[in-house]
């Protein structure tokens, strides 16, 4: 004889759980994906990355620039940016790659 299901499991539970953090938080965290315990090393790379990441304001801050500006530029492809759900982000390595690309050097 089967035995009847009580509601849902603890792995139903911790995937509602992250869900809804992610939708009060409005975008992407650490805490809202899981990786398993034996991935320590995957876990650090997939960390250390997030924080990579800078929303549209932290962009504007670092450039001087308005954060309606920043918007401009990626709606004509101006700055590399990445989307996130619905939302852009930019690369710190992308950004800083960028910044190098417009350097002017003095004549010689």
Not at 2 to 17: D, L, T, V
């Amino acid at each position: 004889m089967a035995q009847k299901s009580n509601g849902p499991s603890a792995q139903e539970k911790s995937k509602r759980a992250n869900a809804s953090l992610l939708n009060q938080r409005g975008g992407v965290s650490n805490s809202a994906i899981t990786l398993p315990e034996d991935h320590s090393s995957q876990r650090a790379l997939f960390e250390n990355r997030i924080v990579d990441l800078l929303e549209i304001g932290e962009v504007a801050e670092v450039l001087g620039k308005s954060p309606q500006t920043i918007r401009n530029w990626i709606a004509r492809r101006e700055i590399p940016f990445v989307r996130v759900g619905n939302r852009n982000m930019v690369l710190k390595a992308s950004l800083e790659a960028w910044l190098k690309s417009k350097e002017f050097r003095p004549w010689p």
